[in-house]
Protein backbone atom coordinates (compact mmCIF):
# COMPACT_ATOMS: atom_id res chain seq x y z
CA UNK A 1 0.00 0.00 0.00
CA UNK A 2 0.81 3.56 -0.51
CA UNK A 3 -0.33 6.59 1.62
CA UNK A 4 -0.34 9.90 0.59
CA UNK A 5 -1.84 11.42 4.07
CA UNK A 6 0.45 10.88 7.28
CA UNK A 7 1.42 13.02 9.61
CA UNK A 8 5.02 11.39 11.21
CA UNK A 9 7.44 14.20 10.72
CA UNK A 10 7.88 15.06 14.40
CA UNK A 11 7.65 18.54 16.29
CA UNK A 12 6.45 20.28 12.85
CA UNK A 13 2.41 20.11 13.68
CA UNK A 14 0.01 17.63 15.97
CA UNK A 15 1.75 14.60 14.55
CA UNK A 16 4.61 12.99 15.98
CA UNK A 17 6.29 14.57 19.36
CA UNK A 18 9.49 13.41 18.66
CA UNK A 19 11.91 11.28 16.69
CA UNK A 20 11.02 8.19 18.84
CA UNK A 21 7.48 8.40 17.81
CA UNK A 22 8.10 9.41 14.29
CA UNK A 23 10.58 5.87 14.34
CA UNK A 24 7.48 3.76 16.13
CA UNK A 25 5.25 4.93 13.79
CA UNK A 26 7.03 4.00 10.55
CA UNK A 27 7.87 0.68 12.18
CA UNK A 28 3.57 0.30 12.52
CA UNK A 29 3.20 0.97 9.02
CA UNK A 30 5.76 -1.52 7.77
CA UNK A 31 3.88 -4.17 10.00
CA UNK A 32 0.44 -2.81 8.21
CA UNK A 33 1.94 -3.82 5.00
CA UNK A 34 2.61 -0.14 3.53
CA UNK A 35 5.46 0.40 1.68
CA UNK A 36 5.32 3.90 0.52
CA UNK A 37 4.29 7.00 2.76
CA UNK A 38 3.83 10.70 1.92
CA UNK A 39 4.63 13.21 5.21
CA UNK A 40 2.00 15.82 5.06
CA UNK A 41 2.90 18.40 8.09
CA UNK A 42 -0.20 20.66 8.44
CA UNK A 43 0.79 24.03 6.95
CA UNK A 44 -1.61 26.75 8.61
CA UNK A 45 -0.19 29.73 8.36
CA UNK A 46 2.09 32.56 6.33
CA UNK A 47 5.29 30.09 5.92
CA UNK A 48 8.47 31.34 7.47
CA UNK A 49 11.77 30.65 6.22
CA UNK A 50 12.16 28.58 9.42
CA UNK A 51 8.87 26.95 9.06
CA UNK A 52 10.31 25.80 6.26
CA UNK A 53 14.03 24.94 6.99
CA UNK A 54 12.41 22.78 10.17
CA UNK A 55 10.40 20.56 8.43
CA UNK A 56 13.06 20.03 5.75
CA UNK A 57 15.35 19.04 8.05
CA UNK A 58 13.49 16.89 10.68
CA UNK A 59 12.05 14.81 7.38
CA UNK A 60 16.12 14.14 6.51
CA UNK A 61 16.80 13.40 9.92
CA UNK A 62 13.97 10.45 9.66
CA UNK A 63 15.30 9.58 6.60
CA UNK A 64 19.09 8.75 7.78
CA UNK A 65 17.17 6.82 10.71
CA UNK A 66 15.50 4.57 8.18
CA UNK A 67 18.94 4.07 6.10
CA UNK A 68 20.39 3.51 9.32
CA UNK A 69 17.86 1.19 10.56
CA UNK A 70 17.36 -1.00 7.46
CA UNK A 71 13.36 -0.21 7.32
CA UNK A 72 11.44 -1.41 4.31
CA UNK A 73 9.32 1.92 3.79
CA UNK A 74 9.72 5.25 1.43
CA UNK A 75 9.32 8.23 2.83
CA UNK A 76 8.42 11.30 0.81
CA UNK A 77 7.43 14.89 1.35
CA UNK A 78 4.58 16.79 1.14
CA UNK A 79 2.25 18.75 3.28
CA UNK A 80 -1.23 19.17 4.01
CA UNK A 81 -2.37 22.94 2.79
CA UNK A 82 -4.84 24.11 5.00
CA UNK A 83 -7.31 26.78 2.65
CA UNK A 84 -6.80 30.20 3.97
CA UNK A 85 -5.66 33.56 2.35
CA UNK A 86 -2.04 32.50 2.44
CA UNK A 87 -2.53 29.76 -0.08
CA UNK A 88 -0.97 31.22 -2.89
CA UNK A 89 1.77 31.90 -1.03
CA UNK A 90 3.70 28.68 -0.46
CA UNK A 91 4.09 27.34 -3.97
CA UNK A 92 7.86 27.68 -4.15
CA UNK A 93 8.14 25.43 -1.13
CA UNK A 94 9.56 21.62 -1.01
CA UNK A 95 6.51 20.42 0.45
CA UNK A 96 4.22 22.21 -1.63
CA UNK A 97 3.08 19.33 -3.98
CA UNK A 98 3.48 15.72 -2.76
CA UNK A 99 7.41 14.51 -2.90
CA UNK A 100 8.02 18.16 -5.12
CA UNK A 101 6.69 16.62 -8.62
CA UNK A 102 5.15 19.95 -9.48
CA UNK A 103 2.01 17.33 -9.93
CA UNK A 104 -0.59 16.77 -7.38
CA UNK A 105 -1.12 18.91 -4.54
CA UNK A 106 -2.98 18.06 -0.88
CA UNK A 107 -5.38 20.74 1.11
CA UNK A 108 -7.87 20.80 3.12
CA UNK A 109 -10.40 22.88 4.35
CA UNK A 110 -11.52 24.35 8.03
CA UNK A 111 -13.44 21.34 9.72
CA UNK A 112 -16.62 23.51 10.97
CA UNK A 113 -17.53 26.14 8.02
CA UNK A 114 -17.29 26.54 4.13
CA UNK A 115 -14.90 29.25 3.01
CA UNK A 116 -14.87 31.44 -0.19
CA UNK A 117 -13.70 30.87 -3.41
CA UNK A 118 -12.41 27.36 -3.18
CA UNK A 119 -13.35 26.65 -6.67
CA UNK A 120 -10.75 29.86 -7.75
CA UNK A 121 -8.30 27.99 -6.07
CA UNK A 122 -8.86 24.79 -7.81
CA UNK A 123 -8.70 26.52 -10.88
CA UNK A 124 -5.80 27.91 -10.52
CA UNK A 125 -3.61 25.07 -9.59
CA UNK A 126 -5.26 23.41 -12.38
CA UNK A 127 -4.04 26.71 -14.76
CA UNK A 128 -0.44 25.46 -13.04
CA UNK A 129 -0.48 21.92 -14.39
CA UNK A 130 -1.05 20.89 -10.68
CA UNK A 131 -4.14 18.65 -10.10
CA UNK A 132 -5.51 19.40 -6.26
CA UNK A 133 -6.45 16.53 -3.77
CA UNK A 134 -9.18 17.43 -1.15
CA UNK A 135 -8.19 15.64 2.23
CA UNK A 136 -11.19 13.98 4.16
CA UNK A 137 -14.40 15.84 2.51
CA UNK A 138 -16.48 13.55 4.28
CA UNK A 139 -15.71 14.79 7.42
CA UNK A 140 -16.91 18.58 6.61
CA UNK A 141 -20.70 17.91 7.94
CA UNK A 142 -21.55 21.18 5.71
CA UNK A 143 -20.49 19.00 2.90
CA UNK A 144 -23.14 16.38 3.81
CA UNK A 145 -25.93 18.70 2.13
CA UNK A 146 -23.90 20.71 -0.09
CA UNK A 147 -23.07 17.85 -2.36
CA UNK A 148 -23.12 20.03 -5.37
CA UNK A 149 -19.76 21.47 -4.60
CA UNK A 150 -18.04 17.97 -4.72
CA UNK A 151 -19.59 17.75 -8.27
CA UNK A 152 -18.15 21.09 -9.13
CA UNK A 153 -15.25 20.60 -7.79
CA UNK A 154 -15.20 16.48 -8.68
CA UNK A 155 -15.92 18.21 -12.58
CA UNK A 156 -12.98 21.05 -12.59
CA UNK A 157 -10.58 18.28 -11.97
CA UNK A 158 -10.01 18.31 -8.48
CA UNK A 159 -9.27 14.26 -6.95
CA UNK A 160 -10.91 13.35 -3.33
CA UNK A 161 -9.04 11.86 -0.58
CA UNK A 162 -10.74 9.58 2.38
CA UNK A 163 -9.33 8.92 5.63
CA UNK A 164 -9.57 5.56 6.56
CA UNK A 165 -10.61 6.23 10.35
CA UNK A 166 -13.90 7.52 8.13
CA UNK A 167 -14.71 3.97 6.90
CA UNK A 168 -13.91 2.21 10.39
CA UNK A 169 -16.03 4.48 12.20
CA UNK A 170 -13.40 6.59 13.97
CA UNK A 171 -15.31 9.56 13.55
CA UNK A 172 -18.66 7.96 14.06
CA UNK A 173 -21.67 6.27 12.54
CA UNK A 174 -22.98 10.12 10.24
CA UNK A 175 -19.70 10.14 9.09
CA UNK A 176 -18.99 6.10 7.98
CA UNK A 177 -22.57 6.19 6.83
CA UNK A 178 -21.83 8.99 4.47
CA UNK A 179 -18.19 7.71 3.56
CA UNK A 180 -19.55 4.30 2.43
CA UNK A 181 -22.20 5.70 0.39
CA UNK A 182 -19.66 7.85 -1.74
CA UNK A 183 -17.42 5.30 -2.03
CA UNK A 184 -19.87 2.74 -3.09
CA UNK A 185 -20.58 5.16 -6.02
CA UNK A 186 -17.04 5.60 -6.84
CA UNK A 187 -16.19 9.13 -5.81
CA UNK A 188 -12.93 8.57 -4.15
CA UNK A 189 -9.25 8.17 -5.73
CA UNK A 190 -7.60 7.85 -2.46
CA UNK A 191 -7.75 6.71 1.02
CA UNK A 192 -5.24 7.56 3.64
CA UNK A 193 -4.45 6.89 7.14
CA UNK A 194 -3.69 10.76 8.39
CA UNK A 195 -1.94 8.75 10.84
CA UNK A 196 -0.91 11.36 13.82
CA UNK A 197 0.62 8.98 16.60
CA UNK A 198 0.88 4.74 17.44
CA UNK A 199 -2.22 4.72 19.91
CA UNK A 200 -5.32 6.54 18.33
CA UNK A 201 -4.74 7.85 14.97
CA UNK A 202 -2.43 5.09 13.42
CA UNK A 203 -1.24 3.57 10.28
CA UNK A 204 -3.13 0.55 11.46
CA UNK A 205 -6.49 2.26 10.28
CA UNK A 206 -5.01 1.90 7.07
CA UNK A 207 -5.15 -1.87 6.72
CA UNK A 208 -8.46 -2.05 9.03
CA UNK A 209 -9.87 0.33 6.05
CA UNK A 210 -9.18 -2.02 3.14
CA UNK A 211 -10.58 -5.34 4.86
CA UNK A 212 -13.84 -2.93 5.62
CA UNK A 213 -14.07 -2.21 2.02
CA UNK A 214 -13.83 -5.86 1.10
CA UNK A 215 -17.13 -6.50 2.43
CA UNK A 216 -18.61 -3.94 -0.39
CA UNK A 217 -15.89 -2.80 -3.07
CA UNK A 218 -14.78 -4.69 -5.62
CA UNK A 219 -10.55 -5.78 -6.06
CA UNK A 220 -9.79 -3.47 -8.59
CA UNK A 221 -11.57 -0.39 -7.09
CA UNK A 222 -9.96 -1.31 -3.53
CA UNK A 223 -6.38 -1.57 -5.51
CA UNK A 224 -7.03 1.98 -6.82
CA UNK A 225 -8.32 3.05 -3.38
CA UNK A 226 -4.96 1.73 -1.74
CA UNK A 227 -2.13 1.40 -3.81
CA UNK A 228 -2.30 2.68 -7.76
CA UNK A 229 -3.44 5.97 -7.78
CA UNK A 230 -1.35 6.94 -4.36
CA UNK A 231 1.30 5.07 -5.87
CA UNK A 232 0.97 7.44 -9.07
CA UNK A 233 0.41 10.77 -7.41
CA UNK A 234 3.93 9.83 -5.69
CA UNK A 235 5.69 9.54 -9.07
CA UNK A 236 3.96 12.40 -10.49
CA UNK A 237 1.76 10.06 -12.99
CA UNK A 238 -2.04 10.19 -14.14
CA UNK A 239 -4.45 8.68 -11.91
CA UNK A 240 -6.69 6.36 -12.94
CA UNK A 241 -10.18 8.27 -13.76
CA UNK A 242 -13.29 7.58 -11.57
CA UNK A 243 -15.44 4.54 -12.95
CA UNK A 244 -18.87 3.91 -12.97
CA UNK A 245 -18.69 -0.17 -13.84
CA UNK A 246 -16.77 -0.58 -16.74
CA UNK A 247 -17.30 3.40 -17.95
CA UNK A 248 -16.13 6.86 -17.03
CA UNK A 249 -17.61 8.89 -15.12
CA UNK A 250 -19.57 11.68 -16.57
CA UNK A 251 -20.05 15.39 -14.97
CA UNK A 252 -24.23 14.42 -15.35
CA UNK A 253 -23.67 10.79 -13.08
CA UNK A 254 -22.02 12.71 -10.65
CA UNK A 255 -24.87 15.36 -10.04
CA UNK A 256 -27.35 12.33 -9.72
CA UNK A 257 -25.66 10.27 -7.31
CA UNK A 258 -24.21 13.51 -4.97
CA UNK A 259 -27.97 14.69 -5.37
CA UNK A 260 -29.45 11.43 -4.25
CA UNK A 261 -27.17 12.07 -1.04
CA UNK A 262 -27.31 15.02 0.08
CA UNK A 263 -29.39 14.04 3.58
CA UNK A 264 -28.12 11.60 5.45
CA UNK A 265 -31.17 9.32 7.34
CA UNK A 266 -31.54 9.79 11.02
CA UNK A 267 -30.81 6.17 11.28
CA UNK A 268 -27.62 4.13 10.59
CA UNK A 269 -29.30 0.89 10.05
CA UNK A 270 -28.51 0.28 6.50
CA UNK A 271 -24.91 -0.10 7.35
CA UNK A 272 -23.73 -3.28 8.14
Known sequence: MTDIHAHFVFQVDDG?????????????????????IVAT??????????????????????????????LSVNIYLGSEIYYNEFVYQWKE????????????????LPMFYLPVNVSDFIFQCKLQGITPILAHPER????????????SWLGQGCLLQMNAGSITGAF?????????????????SFVASDAHDTENRTFNTLNEAKKKTEQFLD????????????????????VLPLMAGDRIFSKNKFKKLLDKMKFLPKSHKDLN
Not at 20 to 36: F, P, R, T
Not at 93 to 108: H, P, R, S, V
Not at 140 to 151: A, D, F, I
Open 140 to 151: YLYLHKRSELLV
Open 16 to 36: ARNLDESLAMLEQAVNAGIEN
Open 219 to 238: DQYIDRLFTINPLSAVKGDP
Open 93 to 108: AAWYTINNNQKYLLFE
Open 172 to 188: GKRIEWFSRKLLSEGLF
Open 41 to 70: PHITEAATTAGNERIKEHFQIIQNEITAKN
